[in-house]
């Protein structure tokens, strides 16, 4: 008996609190917080929906408007709310018994700013849904007064970020170079900061003897490097020009070509149609129409094949260029500013990690950047550069630079064939040496 007394009365209390939960969701699905309205609005026990109390909702009103203005602590808002009548109510707290009439402590302060409640909104399980009731503020204000917050919060705790130049420059031994910020204070109250740029010296086998050098000698060093591969105004117009040619030459030569395929298509089409006819009307045996019916399909296949790889490989080169050209005309603009980091980045995009540093002079490795897939544009133009100041208004400008590119473009995606189907063999447990033995680049440092 009462096992069963047990059990009926834990089903009672569950389907209650199913019950219980579904009308909590219902009434959110309908705009209407559970719970307590927060200051500046009552619940009506007539209606059971929170209404704004036109005697506190003024006062909260210009709350928001006090903190917006970035001048005001949650103390000092919480005195304002006390002077206005606005404190905290008799009762108990934590078992014990308490008078009221007492300020809102700051944490309470920072809830009430924070609570969407009084611009329309509402708070339910960690969700905003939208409410029905009248906002007192606008979401602007709201918006504001969250700014002011987050800047007057705690403060987090500081990240250690890296020097503008670290992880670019590695030293002869083969270690990266990091930066040291030291502290000079004198004795008549100057403070001087300044940065130097070391090896890691972290080789277990190499004991590295390579001095350090002034933040201000490797920027030097380095801008003048940049300047190396500046490319003047006229030069890309030039180059831009001459990709608009190659690029209206490339589209006829599309259009030629996909015309002619698109007019095969149809003929065969038509050829299917009159296959058709003939196999309906008898004159075409099943398996003399199957065969000749495989064959158009595979024709017409091919051509759809030749037609999407004319449609891929048109201009794909001519955006990549164009962004190219922007970059190598900024180089000059960059290497005089003091931005370390657009520096940094324009350096890796044409160096990579073949900068080292021997006896405080940065140097280029040529073993391996000249071996890199990456010298044919920067190359290209550092030698039209180079040829350029001995001869002066002689200089007669070509596409080789076009051409360069283009090549380099080529070479990329021969070597990712290659990387690809390698890679593929190795799935097959096949050796990738014999695979690499039949393509047209055999090795990634050959362009062909």
């Known amino acids: 008996m009462l096992a069963n007394e047990f059990n009926s009365s834990k089903q009672y209390v569950d389907n209650l609190s199913v019950n219980t939960k579904r009308g909590l969701r219902q009434k959110v699905r309908r705009g209407e917080m559970p719970g307590v309205a927060p200051v500046g609005y009552y619940n009506d026990l007539r209606t059971k929906t929170a209404k704004v109390d036109k ?35 008799s009762g108990k707290v934590n078992g014990k018994k308490t008078t009221g009439k007492k300020p809102y402590h700051k944490n309470r302060i920072k809830r009430m700013l924070a609570n969407p409640f009084y611009y329309g909104h509402f708070c339910y399980l960690g969700e905003v849904h939208e409410g029905k009731h009248k906002g007192i503020i606008s979401k602007r204000l709201f918006d504001q007064v969250q700014v002011v917050l987050e800047r007057r919060g705690k403060p987090h705790p500081k990240t250690n970020d890296p020097m503008p130049l670290c992880g670019l420059v590695y030293c002869s031994c083969g270690m990266m170079y990091t930066a040291e910020k030291h502290v000079k204070r004198q004795k008549n109250g100057n403070i001087h900061t300044y940065v130097y740029y070391r090896c890691t010296r972290k080789s277990k086998t190499v004991v590295c003897r390579e001095p350090h050098i002034r933040a201000e000698e490797l920027d030097k060093q380095l801008s003048a490097l940049l300047q190396k591969y500046a490319m003047p105004t006229a030069w890309a117009d030039k180059l831009r020009e001459l990709i608009r040619n190659d690029e209206m030459s490339e589209k006829a030569d599309f259009e030629c070509i996909t015309g002619n395929d698109k007019e095969a298509i149809a003929q065969l089409s038509d050829k299917l149609a009159r296959l058709l006819d003939g196999y309906l009307d008898g ?10 019916r495989a064959e158009i399909l595979g024709k017409k296949k091919l051509l759809h094949e030749q037609i999407e790889q004319a449609t891929l490989g048109v201009s794909t080169w001519v955006e990549p260029m164009k962004t190219w050209i922007e970059t190598a005309v900024s180089i000059c603009k960059v290497a ?16 990579g990690s073949n900068l080292k540093m021997r006896q405080k ?33 002689n200089f007669r400008f070509s596409s080789e630079l076009v051409r360069s590119y283009r090549i380099y473009l080529n070479f990329l995606e021969r070597w990712l064939t290659v990387v690809y189907q390698a890679h593929r063999a190795s799935q097959l447990h096949l050796k990738a040496g014999s695979l690499l033995s039949t393509e047209p680049c055999a090795s990634p440092h050959a362009p062909g």
């Open 336 to 351: 005089k500013s003091d931005d370390l980091r657009a520096k940094k980045s324009l350096l890796l995009e044409i160096f």
């Open 361 to 393: 002079e940065v140097v280029i490795n040529d073993d391996q950047f000249l071996t890199s897939p990456l010298k044919n544009r920067w190359q290209a133009l550092r030698a039209a550069s180079e040829k350029i100041a001995p001869e002066g208004d």
């Open 283 to 292: 004159d075409v045996e099943r398996e003399l129409y199957q065969d000749k």
């Open 55 to 89: 005697k506190t909702a003024p006062i909260v009103r210009e709350v928001f408007e006090l903190y917006a203005k970035g001048d005001q602590r949650l103390d000092e808002i919480a005195d304002f709310l006390h002077a206005k009548g606005i404190q905290t109510r």
